[in-house]
């Protein structure tokens, strides 16, 4: 008898919670660090983006209007779905090269402790950047964060998922709705991270994941007029200028690329959620 | 309306001189080319005095004095940054009146305003971070919060010495060192700060202050020495600067346009609100960037409500803006008068019904009566586009679904009012607007404590309050 022939996955996009194929039809071939085929994945085109927008609008006011607590028991349940998929990650991870499974293995462990992390902070984060401000007057006058709205996120190239989720994470926990352009080396585990998402309670819509080009798609994110905020974390030195000008028209949030190297297993910080709020301050008058 | 003896306010207080330098590295200095500009008051059209103009090769001098302070000044104990600045706050209560009356001569703001508004305000920004200079380990960003270096500043004609408050206090408060362009319309009351800050013994290159226009300011914010850029004007400015710094290091905050809606339900107390509304449209001439300039008003409440505005409108006075009983000033410049006019003839031709008091307008001076158009729709030019006059714009709603989706109708996003008795209903829509303030049963309302700064087209970055020092450390 016969070796069983594999069933080979078919790499698809994921917008609005569901995995279409990209509109133009395209894909390209991802291969390992010794150039063997590993998958075809999708190749979003500006149209693919441009419907990642429209179902990352449609899903912010219900997203940013859950309660913090909401928001963070699904970022912990992305976690565990994430820690149950533990073998597959640390197979997509080693199949990029680079890595051992040892080291593979700590990088998902590393994820899944990230997203704990983050997930504790959907009900903190207004405590530490709120204030009430003690105005000369009688007002009664409170700041307060708020989601900035929809952030295109071009994910860092190196680091496939720690890196993947180290840009997702702090986006969505304060209520953010985002479109994704996966490391184009390295798609394998955004599109696997993409069913975590998907089986996660997460609503359709606030994670969106593109595969493909980023020099390519992320220009059309940059300047398209209904997204808030661009992090070009993974962008090469000159897309991030061009996406940088195109951010200016409608005065998009930026978070500019690194100056160096990132240490994603270092400490992230909250910056990476403050590029993202905005702060809101309400007065009222105090009286009887 | 009762009649009142005019009341002016002495000029004789202040002391312009007919000419003015640069001040760099805490000296006047002539500018390199020959250019200058004159600076009329735009009540009377009369000459004030002449500026220079800065090129670039001044702009260079003052940054390299800037950078040239920045070791020393950032090295310097937070409480002995905190003693500088609570002596500059002392020296501008002390000179207040003086202030005053500079800012209503050479901006056109009534002088009620500029003495009970701009100055206590802007003595009150130097108290507040003159605080915060030896509490930085406290603030949130860390137990050592470095500053940026050397902060490119450009400020508006509206609120001249506040905007230059806002910006320079937090800025020297972190230990930053600063080279601020006043507005070309509106140098003066900037040029007398700089002999505030020799008068305080302030070290040399601290604060250096350049005028000019926007060639001036474009060669600050681009010049390569420069660590961080804070801009207040138009979006469209401010976009040019956003794209201008794209691939640089620079941080930058901008405070842009706005076009606020003021929401009035139909349980407001009227009276309040009708108060409110004048205070948010007409408040210095409407030049404020959160300006209440759309009014959404519901509609079972929108007859009576209109009828007590324009009673109240009637009781406006307009004229001379020394005069203490004035309400409503000078328009800053003829080209802003230009620009008020055009907005308003195109909401005429648009089909909004436009109405002004009687109001008797001056033969000198650039002037605009107090001006409410009704029958507005959203797509009207004066509903979209921010007039930056004393214009407002009437549209009505029925539900509050439909005051938020009207209100957030808009690419800028700075301020809101809310006028309810209800204060559930209030934090409902309070958290529903994308504005960055939202004032309830109130509107313009300011205070250094309180952070201020717009969401969307309106800008990025806050200023006032613990959230303001963000934009001058390294975080």
């Known amino acids: ?288 | 309306m009762f009649e009142y003896a005019p009341a002016p306010e002495s000029r004789d207080i202040v002391d312009i001189r007919p000419s003015y330098g640069l001040f760099i590295n805490g000296e006047w200095v002539e500018p390199q080319g020959e250019e200058r500009h004159k600076t009329v008051n735009p009540a009377t059209e009369e000459v004030l005095a002449e500026v220079a103009w800065a090129g670039e090769a001044d702009v260079d001098r003052a940054v390299q004095a800037a950078a040239k302070a920045f070791p020393v000044w950032s090295a310097m104990p937070g409480a002995e940054r905190a003693k500088y600045l609570f002596r500059i706050a002392r020296i501008i209560q002390e000179r207040a009146r003086e202030l005053a009356v500079l800012e209503t001569l050479d901006n056109g703001k009534p002088i009620r305003e500029s003495r009970d508004v701009d100055l206590p305000l802007v003595a009150a920004h130097f108290f507040y971070y003159a605080g915060w200079a030896d509490k930085l380990s406290y603030a949130g960003f860390g137990p050592d919060p470095r500053p940026l270096g050397v902060a490119g500043q450009v400020i508006p004609w509206n609120f001249p010495l506040l905007m230059l408050a806002w910006k320079i206090a937090p800025a020297l408060a972190c230990g930053n060192t600063v080279v601020l362009k006043p507005a070309e319309t509106t140098p003066l009351t900037a040029l007398a700060f700089a002999d505030i800050c020799r008068q305080a013994d302030l070290p040399p290159g601290v604060v250096n202050i350049v005028t000019g226009a926007g060639e001036t300011g474009a060669a600050l914010v681009d010049h390569p020495g420069v660590d961080k850029v804070a801009f207040t004007g138009s979006t469209e400015v401010g976009r040019l600067i956003a794209r201008s710094l794209a691939g640089t290091r620079k941080k930058l905050t901008l405070e842009l346009g706005g076009k606020a809606a003021n929401i009035v339900f139909e349980d407001a107390p009227l009276d309040q609100a009708v108060e409110g509304i004048v205070n948010g449209i007409f408040f210095n001439q409407g030049h404020v960037c959160c300006a209440g300039s759309r009014l959404l008003v519901q509609e079972s409440v929108a007859a009576d409500l209109l009828e007590a505005l324009k009673r109240r409108l009637g009781t406006l006075r307009l004229g001379d803006p020394l005069d203490k009983n004035t309400d409503i000033g000078a328009i800053n410049s003829a080209e802003q008068l230009a620009k008020i006019r055009e907005l308003s003839e195109a909401g005429e031709a648009e089909g909004a019904e436009r109405w002004s008091p009687a109001c008797p307008i001056p033969d000198r001076g650039y002037w605009f009566p107090p001006t409410l158009f009704t029958g507005v729709a959203q797509s009207h030019r004066i509903a979209r586009e921010e007039i930056f006059g004393p214009v407002l714009s009437v549209l009505t709603f029925r539900t509050p679904a439909e005051a938020v989706e009207k209100a957030n109708n808009t690419p800028y996003g700075l301020s809101a009012g809310v006028w309810t008795e209800k204060g559930s209903r209030m934090l409902w829509m309070a958290s529903r607007l994308r504005a960055g303030v939202v004032w309830s049963n109130t509107f313009n309302r300011f205070d250094p404590t309180s952070p201020f700064g717009g969401y969307k087209e309106s800008g990025y970055g806050r200023e006032g309050g613990r959230h303001g020092l963000e934009a001058y450390l390294a975080v």
């Open chain 1, 1 to 288: 008898m016969s070796e069983r022939l594999a069933v080979r996955k078919t790499y698809k996009l994921f917008i609005g919670g569901a995995f279409p194929r990209s509109e133009s039809g395209r894909s390209y071939v991802v291969t390992s660090s010794k150039g063997d085929f590993l998958a075809n994945a999708a190749r979003a085109s500006r149209k693919d983006a441009r419907d990642a927008v429209a179902a990352a609008r449609k899903a912010f006011p219900g997203w940013s209007g859950a309660t913090a607590y909401n928001r963070g028991q699904i970022l912990y349940r992305i976690a565990e779905m994430l820690e149950g998929r533990r073998a597959q990650f640390v197979a997509e991870i080693t199949a990029m090269g680079g890595v051992g499974v040892k080291q593979a293995g700590e990088m998902v462990d590393a994820t899944v402790d990230r997203l704990v992390w983050y997930a504790g902070w959907s009900d903190k984060i207004g405590a530490v950047l709120g204030s009430a401000n003690p105005v000369a007057g009688p007002y009664f006058n409170l700041s307060s964060p708020e989601p900035t709205g929809v952030v295109a996120v071009v994910a860092p190239q190196a680091g496939p998922l720690l890196g993947l989720v180290s840009v997702i994470a702090p986006v969505i926990v304060t209520g953010n709705t985002c479109v994704v352009i996966a490391s184009e080396r390295a798609p394998l585990p955004a599109i696997t991270l993409a069913e975590v998402l998907a089986t996660s309670d997460l609503p359709g819509g606030v994670v969106n994941i593109l595969t493909g080009s980023a020099a390519e798609i992320a220009p059309w994110l940059a300047g398209h007029m209904d997204v808030n905020g661009i992090d070009l974390t993974g962008a090469d030195a000159e897309s991030a200028v061009t996406c940088e000008e195109l951010a200016a028209e409608n005065l998009k949030r930026v978070l500019r690329p690194p100056a160096g190297p990132v240490d994603w297993l270092a400490d992230p910080g909250i910056g990476r959620m403050t590029t993202f709020l905005e702060t809101k301050t309400v007065w009222h008058p105090i009286g009887i």
